[in-house]
């Protein structure tokens, strides 16, 4: 599964309060305010959770269930087949999350015969009258209904299972559709099973639905039979076993686009709107399957793949075996892809069909066994697509990002010691987990790093896994005892901090390095093993010496004849770490020029940074920077680069609006569009009107419009009304941060606003709405109170609701505050108050 946002972006609506209301020097906290949510790092916590204990073994699964959408609820029959794992059983308790039982039968083959039991809206208990044995199957028959919206906040929080979306057609850009998620242990929401990921088992759906909506599930669709009465029901099968939590059922009014790979089916189903543009987007899937299936030695291994666009969608993406589901991000336009193709988030969840699917980690606290191979293959992809450097720029800041997380977060990737499965996924089992697999394949090499994922996807197909088996089949393909390895980076928290330095000893002829392990025990290991190679320059030539760093200082020598260009450790620059360099101005302008990695100059341009001042061959760097193959590489330059220390400001002009002009990596246009105000006023109005007349890609424009509301406000209104159309969420953002600060009629825009809202855009465009209507007219500010008790009422996803809900309480504690000097607020605040007060309760 991809992760999204979501959560951190939700805590942003809780903090927001003090930005709409006024301000007053010495004014007491009101107690009508929020309190502040700290965010304070954690450590462990003491609820050990172990596997599964398997009492039965789930065989097969067959439903027959009818969606209702206007009751939110799924009318079903499950018919199960087990078998004790080990131990005689004479009860079975089955997961089944806020249903309505209606019964519990045994399937013999004398009848049904009904079974009693217990149900206490989250398992059945049943009691099967005699003992079975392992050699034994039973086959149970369980009527029942799917609620999930019963217990709405706690079903909101913990997963519904199947989400029935905009039924009652109030959202204008969202069709009515439903989709399901099982991951962590959300299946049992929608149907009774045994909710555990050391489960598996085959699948067969038969789903009625409305005749003229289309349906997808696992596996092939057998059959499709019309009934005579407006609906149809569809035949799902998958007869290859998986866990339940990667079981898949969606309905809508689909497009299919079709496509192949050797011989099995590559579709992409949308909404019509977006037909046109869906093919574009996942016009590399083939290929991807054919490398990964290649690289790997174990062809895809799925009956077909298929993906699915979806609205307010949990996360990012989720990898059902055969079937994936994505965030309405992929509900774009082929104008959207110029700013971000979706490679990133199409191969994550396409090797997921191995590692997770295929092969699956016994238990949540082994996730690393599932997203940490996920993770590492964009990175994997990226570099056999767009060449190494594009990987190696991709990665780094993908490990930044588990860095920055670890001040907050600091625990082994494989922990047992959690609340809830949710929190697991993290920075920690992604990112770092992926930066951890990327140095076991530098340490083994690639031929060993292949040949064990190989015979560990071989060995353990259809099966479950737990981390000593990855270990164990990289030691098999070795011959080296790897506990060091894996125990050190995936059984123990952090990473290390890493001070090097060197010095020439020139009597001696010798180079002194040394590598001080800084890190604090309490944070990560007292010492690491790092092996490592450094790169030595003397006179232009570079040789290669390899080093194992294994204790909390280690020096080393090597014999040099004359005083290094530049000493590089971790030449390949895969060591997980923190890391200061005594590198000298002299030595990261040559490592800049010489070292032949994206991060060597990434390192070299970041030292560099704060010697700009008047320092013609620093600044000659990060003129160079601004032309680098290496589009990361640019991108970095723009942002570090201080005009007001350069010399030549014209000179630093010209290569600023050349990139603006010409640079085929709109990201790096975005930057420096908005680097560009920092250096001329007049020339950036120019620059910034220009971009809005003829440049295509839409963060481009909202950066060009963000920046010229602040210099001609009359002039960026213009150009809003002009991009106000659009469905694009970098354009609906800027657009709002223009319209809020007018009293124009522009109340449909903010509607249009906040239908489309999504975890990344919510918080802005909230915002920007709540400001238009502090200065709105009364009958503007009724109506906007009005649409926001519909998004309250109707809206599936939390950042819409509680949002909507905020902004009605800042708007109250807005107008109250004004009141107190101006009647005319008093009138406003009764507005609020009354149409508001659902939600402000």
């Known amino acids: 599964m991809r992760r999204s946002c979501l959560l951190f972006s939700i805590l942003l609506i809780f903090i927001s309060l003090n930005a709409n209301c006024p301000k007053k020097k010495g004014r007491k906290k009101s107690p009508k305010q929020l309190e502040e949510i700290v965010i304070?790092?954690?450590?462990y916590i003491t609820s050990y959770k172990p596997s599964y204990q398997k009492y039965f073994d789930l065989l097969s699964t067959k439903l027959n269930v009818k969606p209702v959408f206007k009751e939110k609820a799924i009318y079903g029959t499950a018919e199960l087949i087990l078998k004790p794992h080990f131990y005689d059983q004479n009860q079975l308790v089955l997961d089944a999350k806020y249903m309505k039982i209606n019964s519990v039968e045994l399937k013999t083959s004398e009848g049904n015969k009904t079974l009693k039991y217990s149900y206490d809206t989250l398992q059945i208990k049943i009691d099967l009258e005699r003992y079975y044995t392992k050699n034994?199957?039973?086959?149970?028959?369980?009527?029942?209904?799917?609620?999930?919206?019963?217990?709405?906040?706690?079903?909101?929080?913990?997963?519904?299972?199947?989400?029935?979306?905009?039924?009652?057609?109030?959202?204008?850009?969202?069709?009515?559709?439903?989709?399901?998620?099982?991951e962590e242990e959300s299946s049992s929401c929608w149907f009774p099973t045994l909710d555990a990921t050391n489960q598996k088992t085959t699948e067969e759906i038969f789903v009625t639905l409305d005749k003229n909506l289309t349906s997808l599930s696992n596996g092939l669709l057998l059959d499709s039979k019309d009934n005579g009465d407006g609906t149809k029901t569809d035949h799902w099968k998958q007869d290859k076993p998986h866990s339940p939590y990667l079981f898949f059922l969606g309905i809508g009014d689909y497009y299919k686009s079709t496509d192949k790979w050797r011989d099995k089916e590559v579709s992409a189903y949308t909404f019509p709107k977006y037909k046109d543009d869906v093919a574009e987007i996942f016009k590399y899937l083939p290929e991807m399957m054919e490398f990964y299936s290649q690289k790997l030695g174990v062809d895809f291994p799925w009956d077909k793949l298929a993906n699915i666009m979806a609205y307010d969608y949990t996360a990012g993406a989720m990898e059902n075996s055969s079937v994936v589901i994505y965030y309405e991000k992929l509900l774009c336009s082929r104008q959207q892809l110029i700013d971000d193709n979706f490679d990133w988030i199409i191969s994550h969840e396409l090797f997921h069909q191995w590692f997770g699917d295929l092969v699956t980690a016994e238990s949540w606290a082994n996730l690393t066994l599932n997203e940490s191979f996920a993770d590492y293959s964009e990175c994997l992809w990226k570099e056999y697509k767009y060449g190494k450097d594009d990987a190696?720029?991709?990665?780094?800041?993908?490990?930044?990002?588990?860095?920055?997380?670890?001040?907050?977060?600091?625990?082994?990737?494989?922990?047992?010691?959690?609340?809830?499965?949710?929190?697991?996924?993290?920075?920690?089992?992604?990112?770092?987990?992926?930066?951890?697999?990327?140095?076991?394949?530098?340490?083994?090499?690639?031929?060993?790093?292949?040949?064990?994922?190989?015979?560990?996807?071989?060995?353990?197909?259809f099966k479950n896994v737990e981390l000593s088996d990855l270990r164990k089949e990289f030691e098999e393909v070795t011959g080296e005892d790897l506990n060091w390895f894996f125990n050190q980076w995936w059984l123990s928290k952090g990473h290390p901090f890493l001070d090097i330095t060197h010095k020439y000893d020139e009597k001696n002829k010798t180079i002194e390095l040394t590598v001080r392990q800084t890190q604090r025990d309490a944070d990560a290991l007292t010492a690491f093993r790092i092996p490592s190679k450094v790169d030595i320059y003397i006179n232009g030539k570079k040789?290669?010496?390899?080093?194992?760093?294994?204790?909390?200082?280690?020096?080393?020598?090597?014999?040099?004849?004359?005083?290094?260009?530049?000493?590089?450790?971790?030449?390949?620059?895969?060591?997980?770490?923190e890391k200061t360099e005594d590198l000298s101005e002299a030595e990261n302008i040559f490592k800049f020029y010489n070292a032949p990695l994206y991060i060597d100059k990434l390192e070299a341009l970041r030292a560099l940074s704060s010697r700009q001042k008047d320092n013609v061959a620093v600044q000659s760097v990060f003129l160079k920077a601004l032309q680098d193959k290496n589009w990361y590489i640019r991108m970095e330059a723009v942002d570090a680069v201080?005009?007001?220390?350069?010399?030549?400001?014209?000179?630093?002009?010209?290569?600023?609006?050349?990139?603006?002009?010409?640079?085929?990596?709109?990201?790096?246009?975005?930057?420096?569009?908005n680097k560009m105000s920092k250096i001329e006023k007049e020339k950036s109005v120019e620059t910034f009107e220009k971009v809005l007349n003829k440049d295509s890609s839409y963060i481009c424009l909202s950066a060009a419009l963000n920046n010229l509301k602040n210099y001609n406000k009359p002039k960026a209104y213009e150009y809003a009304e002009k991009l106000s159309a659009s469905e694009s969420p970098d354009i609906v953002i800027a657009v709002g941060k223009v319209f809020k600060d007018t009293t124009a009629d522009n109340l449909e825009f903010f509607k249009k606003a906040i239908w489309l809202n999504s975890p990344r855009t919510f918080y802005s465009n909230f915002r920007s709405f709540g400001e238009y209507l502090e200065i709105a007219n009364n009958s503007t500010l009724e109506k906007g109170i009005l649409f926001l008790k519909d998004i309250y009422t109707y809206e599936e996803s939390d950042y819409n609701t509680q949002g909507a809900k905020q902004v009605v309480k800042n708007l109250s504690y807005y107008f109250a505050e004004k009141a107190k000097k101006d009647k005319q607020a008093d009138i406003k605040l009764q507005i609020v108050n009354k149409t508001g007060r659902e939600l402000l309760n």
Request: aromatic share 14%; glycine share 4%.
């Open 642 to 673: 201080e005009p007001d220390k350069f010399q030549s400001k014209a000179q630093l002009s010209l290569a600023i609006q050349n990139i603006i002009n010409t640079d085929d990596k709109s990201v790096v246009r975005e930057k420096a569009i």
């Open 136 to 182: 034994d199957q039973i086959i149970l028959l369980v009527d029942y209904v799917a609620q999930p919206y019963k217990q709405d906040s706690i079903q909101l929080e913990s997963g519904r299972g199947m989400y029935f979306i905009d039924v009652e057609e109030k959202n204008p850009y969202k069709p009515t559709h439903m989709w399901s998620q099982g």
């Open 392 to 461: 190696d720029g991709y990665r780094y800041r993908a490990t930044q990002k588990y860095i920055r997380s670890s001040k907050f977060k600091n625990e082994p990737i494989v922990n047992y010691y959690y609340d809830t499965p949710h929190e697991i996924f993290d920075d920690i089992r992604y990112e770092k987990g992926g930066a951890v697999l990327h140095m076991l394949r530098n340490y083994v090499g690639d031929n060993a790093f292949y040949k064990a994922l190989n015979k560990y996807l071989t060995d353990y197909k």
């Open 40 to 43: 304070t790092p954690q450590n």
């Open 543 to 577: 040789e290669t010496k390899i080093i194992d760093v294994n204790d909390r200082i280690n020096t080393f020598y090597f014999p040099a004849a004359t005083a290094p260009q530049l000493v590089n450790f971790d030449a390949d620059k895969v060591l997980l770490c």
